[in-house]
């Protein structure tokens, strides 16, 4: 079978370029596209403040090519006219976008908007985001869940080091520890409870609150017949968090679970880029909301074969990973640091 990386990093992120000069090194364009929404920012490195721009879902697995590509410009469109800029003026265009394969969206970006924008995977940009676009792994488990790391060491040739990806097949055959995993897994244990098969849980209760069903055979007919959504079933982790952290006995078996299957993802992504000693694991993504419940075994899980590794919840956005590959693009990187990026995200966050 073939063992070559899943996904690798374009040589724009690789190789060093001598830092642009003058006005087209000013504006940076970050997109953040997932299964429930997307963002765009752009970034002005001069005055040092960033114009956003939203729309929905941009998940090609979910809603189809045409669908995904509008949703990307339409929140494009938005962060330029903030900027009160056309995409001319961007020295560097970094769209990071969920989905099992990105290739379709490269390509039809490229069509319709300029042939210098970088596509990638949202984990190379979740990756960006918890390292600084340095060594280290990061991990996803939003709606859906993926794990991508890159080994070795930056010189000034590029990056020296294998990179690796586990997971990201969507969630018909895969996602497992993320919000949908979470969601659909917690409605299984609610019919288990129903039928007998299983054991007594406030989630059969919290269930048929969550989705407005008289009884949980009827939920689980919805499940085919409506259908529910990718997100719809995903935002019913929110109520196995809750439940879990008071002390419902399923609901916390399922948050180890998850933390064992992602935490497989993520050995795999250890041992197949060489990582070892002192190296961030970044956890990214709403499941990680539900705090120690989901994080402590999932850093037990880790720790077994990387008893050195940093594990955190990445508190800047998503998005910021985009722009930071996008300042690395362009010869600008640095310019604007990590922490500061945060605030700034967060700050126009806030205000939208």
């Given at each position: ?8 990093l374009?040589?724009?992120?690789t ?6 000069a003058?006005?087209?090194?000013r504006?940076?364009l970050g997109?953040?596209?997932g299964a ?11 005055e040092?403040n960033l114009h956003?721009g939203?729309a929905?879902p941009s998940?090609?697995?979910a809603?189809?090519?045409?669908l995904?590509v509008?949703a990307?410009l339409?929140?494009t ?5 903030g900027a009160?800029?056309?995409h001319a003026?961007l020295?560097?265009?970094?769209v ?9 969206i490269?390509r039809h970006l490229h ?10 995977n ?11 676009a340095?060594?280290g792994?990061?991990?996803i488990s939003?709606?859906?869940?993926n794990?991508f790391?890159v080994g070795g060491a930056h ?6 080091g294998?990179?690796w990806?586990a997971?990201?097949w ?5 996602d ?6 979470l969601g659909a897994?917690s409605?299984v244990a609610?019919?288990?409870d ?10 059969s209760?919290?269930?048929l609150?969550?989705?407005?069903s ?7 007919a919805?499940?085919?017949t409506t259908?529910?959504?990718k997100g719809e079933v995903?935002a019913f982790?929110v109520e196995?968090?809750?439940l879990?952290q008071e ?8 948050f180890?679970r998850?933390?064992?299957l ?5 050995r795999?992504v250890?041992?197949n880029?060489g990582?070892?000693?002192d190296?961030p ?7 990680f ?13 880790i ?35 990590v922490?500061?990026?945060g605030?700034l995200?967060?700050?126009e966050?806030?205000d939208t």
């Open positions: 079978m073939n063992r070559d990386p899943l996904v690798t374009p040589p724009a992120l190789t060093p370029v001598a830092p642009a003058g006005e087209c090194a504006y940076i997109i953040d596209g429930t929404k997307t963002l765009a920012a752009v970034l002005d490195l001069h040092r956003l939203h929905g998940n090609e697995d809603i189809g090519t045409r995904a509008k990307i339409d929140a469109d938005q962060a330029l006219a009160s800029i056309a003026q020295a560097a265009a970094v990071a976008v969920a989905g099992t394969d990105t290739a379709s490269d069509d319709t908007r300029a042939d210098h924008w970088i596509v990638v949202d984990v190379v940009g979740a990756w960006a985001t918890a390292t600084g340095r060594p792994v990061g991990a939003g709606t859906g869940s794990v790391g010189s000034p040739e590029g990056w020296v294998r990179t990806r997971g990201g969507g969630h018909l055959l895969g497992e520890g993320s919000g949908y995993w897994q409605i609610a019919l288990h129903r039928d007998g098969s299983g054991p007594p849980t406030a989630l209760a919290a269930a609150k969550f989705f407005r008289p009884s949980i055979e009827a939920l689980a919805s499940v085919y259908p529910l959504t995903a982790a196995t968090s809750r879990a002390g419902d006995v399923v609901a916390r078996a399922l180890a998850a933390a064992g992602l935490g497989e993802q993520i795999a250890i041992a880029t990582l070892t000693g190296f694991v970044g956890l990214i993504g709403s499941a909301r539900a705090g120690e419940v989901f994080v402590s075994p999932l850093t037990d899980a720790h077994a074969v990387a008893p050195e590794a940093r594990i955190f919840p990445v508190q800047i956005p998503p998005v910021g990973g985009s722009l930071l590959l996008g300042m690395r693009a362009c010869g600008a990187e640095g310019a604007v640091g922490e500061e990026l605030k995200i967060k700050s966050l806030a």
